[in-house]
């Protein structure tokens, strides 16, 4: 908590921000990508009054961060804790703790400054302990998506410029890709990281692409063609961590590394909403997008001489090939609407995601699920969710195993998928405090390729976990 005992050392400011990963985006029925950032997310609660703490400092917080609201200062501070177990399979049975406070500051530099349409934003994250992937499943797409190194963190970091009556808005500055771009607005309610950040290029782009908890420099365009019409253009350093061995989130570890000097990676993405306003209608989104890497890939089954990788005789350098690239499409579609309560009912979501075989570990991705808001009428801020994300490992990859077992150096190959089948209940307590119960079903846990656990294929995991989300 040494995050939270220094910003409070600061003069406390005011209430949330847009923001995105680890926080849960908008899953309710405004439309899905159209929501506005004024409204609090499922589980970020309305600001509330917790009790009172350490002698009425937190009243004396809440009074003097709401006066600098009225000034266009806005300072939020968020705690998420989760306990997680590993019931069966993986690498092995236990039960883990971690967490993360995440502290955001928005400044509407045109009410603070007279700056016309220019507002600058920044976030920091204190990560601590451990979470279960690493230390007992093994898998690819972490069972949460706040697991990562403990550190302190720089995320976000950036100044926004809207022109041209917000038709069109200019960012640039440090934040993670998926901050606006591969989201899917329902996929969100759920905890395992692909439903955050897309698992292929989580497993294939260096120290895992700018993504939670790395960001990197940024500068990014975005259209508001019409009500209906939303055009995305971005670039990002592709490898947020400096160059170096080990644990990319150690290179970086406070999240100051800015780096200028590497490949890009490049977003284009456009989204479509048929009925943006309609609440006759059950709105829906539909997104369309790619990106591409600059720099060098390796290969994953020919060396640099055009031999097998895995054969005694090879020099063990893959080919490299130049630049690699992925396409992607999102549905966010309402499908039931409570007849009494426009922001009740059920969505379904879906993302598909391909790209080349020979220089990616993965080249397959597919999530898809659904959220019923209120499935209880008597509790209308629930959320239960079920979903499913499907990691696919390229056919190179797997035929690279292939050769390791024929040579003699494997006992096994690859399996052709990890998959996680989630199942999560978010249920606000107060307007504070939030709990959320959550199941997770990993099947072939890092596809069957070796790591830390060992060189054989994982059973299938069972896990159960809650996070309890507080907002001060």
Not at 197 to 208: D, I, K, Q, R, Y
């Amino acid at each position: 908590m040494a995050l939270l005992t220094l910003l409070c050392a600061v003069a406390p400011r005011a209430d949330a921000a847009n923001f995105s990963l680890p926080v849960e985006p908008d899953t309710g029925f405004t439309s899905p990508g159209n929501a506005s950032s004024d409204q609090p997310n499922p589980g970020e609660e309305k600001p509330g009054q917790p009790p009172q703490f350490g002698f009425g400092l937190l009243t004396l917080f809440h009074k003097e961060r709401q006066e600098l609201k009225d000034l266009g200062i806005t300072f939020s501070l968020h705690e998420r804790s989760e306990v997680w177990a590993n019931v069966s399979g993986g690498g092995h049975q236990g039960v883990s703790y971690n967490g993360l406070t995440i502290a955001k500051l928005d400044v509407d530099l045109n009410a603070v400054a007279g700056w016309t349409g220019a507002e600058f934003f920044t976030s920091a994250f204190d990560i601590h302990g451990h979470g279960p992937s690493r230390s007992f499943l093994g898998n690819q797409q972490l069972v949460s998506n706040i697991e990562a190194t403990p550190s302190i963190k720089l995320y976000d970091l950036w100044l926004d410029q809207s022109l041209f009556d917000k038709k069109l808005s200019i960012r640039v500055g440090q934040e993670g890709a998926n901050d606006e771009l591969m989201v899917t607005a329902y996929g969100g309610l759920f905890l395992n990281s692909s439903f955050g950040f897309p698992g292929m290029p989580a497993a294939v782009l260096p120290s895992g692409g700018p993504n939670y908890p790395l960001a990197s420099p940024f500068a990014r365009a975005l259209f508001n063609i019409s009500d209906k019409i939303t055009f995305v253009a971005a670039a990002y350093t592709d490898d947020p961590a400096p160059p170096g061995t080990g644990d990319p989130q150690i290179r970086d570890r406070n999240g100051t590394a800015f780096r200028l000097n590497g490949h890009t990676l490049g977003f284009a993405e456009g989204s479509y909403s048929p009925t943006p306003d309609a609440p006759a209608s059950l709105p829906t989104t539909y997104k369309i997008g790619a990106w591409y890497a600059t720099g060098p890939f390796a290969d994953q089954r020919i060396d640099n001489n055009g031999g097998l990788l895995a054969s005694p005789t090879s020099t063990g350098v893959p080919l490299n090939h130049n630049g690699d690239w992925a396409v992607y499409g999102i549905v966010d579609q309402m499908v039931w609407q409570r007849p009494d309560a426009k922001n009740q009912g059920i969505g379904l979501f879906v993302q598909v995601m391909g790209g080349p075989t020979n220089r990616n570990l993965a080249n397959w991705f597919v999530e898809g699920g659904m959220n019923w808001v209120a499935p209880f009428k008597q509790r209308p801020d629930d959320t239960f969710g079920l979903a499913v994300t499907y990691l696919g490992i390229s056919p190179a990859a797997r035929r690279y195993s292939s050769d390791l077992v024929a040579f003699g150096s494997a006992t096994s190959s690859y399996a052709s998928n990890e998959t996680v089948l989630e199942a999560t209940y978010q249920a606000p307590i107060t307007n504070w405090l939030t709990l959320q119960p959550d199941l997770q079903y990993v099947i072939n846990p890092n596809a069957g390729i070796p790591n830390n656990f060992g060189n054989l294929p994982l059973a299938n995991a069972f896990v159960l976990g809650m996070r309890v989300p507080i907002r001060l």
